[in-house]
């Protein structure tokens, strides 16, 4: 399988979203189709001046966004933030 299930958290818009991720795609496309994403989804009320990171929630760690979702160890049913 080449896509994981994870839970993301934005709180800017104080939403939440179940999301399927390419493990072998980097943090930094991953965060440009997210934050495509949720402008969709929420009818253009998401609008970050800069470029948002993603954090694991629990660790409160930063993802290397030169890395693939596989090398940041991000497995089914982690959850993430988008700030």
């Known amino acids: 399988m080449n896509k994981i299930l994870v839970k993301l958290y934005v709180p800017a ?5 179940d999301v399927w991720l390419p493990i072998n795609r ?3 496309n991953i965060i440009v ?6 402008k969709e989804l ?3 009320e998401y609008k970050p001046n800069n470029m ?8 409160a760690k ?3 966004i030169n890395l ?9 049913g982690t959850e993430i933030i988008l700030i």
């Not at 948002?52 to 660790?59: E, F, I, R, V």
């Open 13 to 17: 818009i104080e939403m939440q979203y």
């Open 26 to 28: 980097k943090i930094y």
């Open 33 to 38: 189709l997210l934050v495509k994403a949720i």
């Open 42 to 44: 929420c009818h253009g």
């Open 52 to 59: 948002p990171m993603l954090y694991d929630k629990n660790a």
């Open 62 to 64: 930063m993802y290397d």
């Open 68 to 76: 693939s979702v596989k090398a940041n160890e991000i497995k089914n």
